[in-house]
């Protein structure tokens, strides 16, 4: 029986597998990929799909060796930088150790590093012999959400591969795949921006009209740095909340960017919320906000105090709305 891989069918007909799966067919696998992309639920099943490739030729799922990948049982397979903590110098030195060391199944040996933000620069400069002087037979896949903390060395010695966001109709298919109820999958597809990750968020927010209100509430409220210390204390701001709230700003000014431009938005039941924001906000300065919020992510992903981060977040918030009028 084969084992079920969330959004399978959507990842396996991007056009990172494909290019991916297209070296591997032509016996051009390389030693080093660098995938890019914010959507941690389809690089989990991006990188089953390789390592099925890898050691199957159609990746059927069904196989021996698919199903190892499947049920993490392959040695010869191990997965990195899964969390939000930093990846030592330490670490990564036993990566290289055993990367070097003789396959335990005969053949390919594979590293996937699903966060590699998250890799010190220490770790990535021990890490640069590796890939400048590779061990045969053995791979490295690594994904980030940004190539800005990537060092430039890294980058200029690995094959750069786009995962591309996915349209709202596999985003919503995807999501009903998964038993998501229908008007979830429709609503966390509308508001994806063509990320799983970002939908099945959405989708599973039982408090998703109260969540949205409030950030819109300090959206509207934050008019000068005065207004900071009375949102600083807010359960938006909770160890629990923080990234959510980050998500939910993000999809606020990606539609008040889209309203200024005359398109489409997302959040259709908040119109007026969203055009009362772009009345505020002009879009270079949504456009930085959204930068903003992308640096936050990377300080929180860091460990920055949450208090520190939340404060710093407001007060440029302020500060990129009148500077960008």
Do not use: W
């Not at 037979?137 to 690995?158: C, E």
């Not at 349209?167 to 229908?182: F, I, Q, T």
């Not at 921006?193 to 409220?221: C, I, K, N």
């Not at 990606?254 to 398109?263: K, N």
């Amino acid at each position: 029986m084969k084992e079920k891989l969330r959004y399978e069918t959507e990842v396996r007909a991007s056009s990172a597998f494909r290019s991916i799966e297209s070296d591997i067919r032509r016996g051009e696998f390389s030693h080093a990929y660098f995938i890019l992309s914010e959507d941690k639920d389809a690089i989990d099943t991006l990188f089953s799909l390789i390592a099925m490739r890898a050691y199957c030729d159609t990746a059927c799922g069904e196989c021996k060796e698919c199903r190892k990948i499947l049920l993490r049982s392959k040695p010869d397979v191990k997965y990195l930088a899964e969390g939000t903590e930093n990846f030592s110098v330490k670490e990564m030195s036993d990566v290289i150790e055993d990367a070097g060391l003789t396959s335990f199944e005969g053949g390919k040996k594979l590293y996937f590093f699903k966060n590699f933000e998250c890799v010190s620069e220490a770790s990535q400069n021990k890490f640069l012999k590796t890939l400048e002087e590779p061990f045969p037979g053995v791979h490295f896949i690594m994904s980030a959400s940004s190539s800005a903390t990537v060092l430039p060395t890294v980058l200029s010695r690995v094959k750069q591969v786009v995962l591309s966001a996915f349209s709202e109709e596999s985003v919503k298919n995807g999501l009903l795949a998964d038993g998501v109820e229908p008007s979830r999958a429709e609503r966390g597809a509308r508001l994806s921006q063509g990320s799983f990750t970002r939908a099945r968020a959405f989708a599973s927010d039982e408090d998703f009209a109260r969540h949205a209100s409030e950030a819109v509430e300090l959206l509207l409220g934050l008019k000068s740095s005065a207004d900071v210390h009375t949102y600083l204390k807010s359960p938006l701001f909770s160890k629990e909340r923080f990234l959510e709230t980050i998500g939910m700003i993000e999809l606020i000014l990606t539609d008040v960017v889209r309203s200024h431009l005359s398109l489409p938005i997302s959040l259709v039941e908040r119109k007026q919320d969203v055009e009362a924001i772009a009345d505020m906000y002009s879009a270079t300065a949504a456009g930085e906000a959204l930068d903003l919020c992308l640096k936050c992510r990377a300080r929180l992903k860091a460990n920055c105090v949450g208090a520190n981060v939340a404060d710093y977040l407001m007060l440029k918030l302020v500060e990129v709305k009148y500077k960008c009028r």
